[in-house]
């Protein structure tokens, strides 16, 4: 059975760091990302970054890049995405899923042909 779940949410003053982590667990299949996914109140989800399980490949949404980190540990089969310079913009429960990434002319775009998402975990950035 795949199973992610991702962790590390909380409360963070504007300009501070939050990392999240997203373990995962029973994946069989090959050439998959983990990607890293927002939904804001009111808004539309949103993809974040991802990162190739196969090859190390990133990719981030316009709006965190240089900002946000997303890296992987193999050994413990968990994917982290390290937040900095927070904005409370960036408010929102975030979710870690298994898909399929690709570079776009800007930012990237995905696939989900899996359908395994882990459960949210509530980022807010105060001002």
């Known amino acids: 059975e795949v199973q992610l779940q991702a962790s590390g949410g909380g409360l963070v003053q504007a300009g501070g760091s939050l990392r999240l982590s997203c373990a995962v667990s029973?994946?069989?299949?090959?050439?998959?990302?983990i990607g890293w996914f927002r939904r804001a109140p009111g808004k539309e989800r949103e993809g974040v970054s991802c990162?190739?399980?196969?090859?190390?490949?990133?990719y981030y949404v316009v709006s965190v890049k240089g900002r946000f980190t997303i890296s992987r540990d193999n050994a413990k089969n968990t994917v982290y995405l390290q937040m900095n310079s927070l904005k409370p913009e960036d408010t929102a429960v975030y979710y870690c899923?298994?898909?399929?990434?690709?570079?776009?002319?800007?930012?990237?775009?995905?696939?989900?042909?899996?359908?395994?998402w882990g459960q949210g975990t509530l980022v807010t950035v105060s001002s």
């Open positions: 899923a298994a898909v399929q990434c690709y570079a776009g002319a800007v930012g990237y775009y995905y696939n989900d042909p899996f359908g395994f």
């Open positions: 029973g994946v069989t299949f090959d050439d998959y990302s």
């Open positions: 990162i190739s399980m196969s090859d190390g490949s990133t």
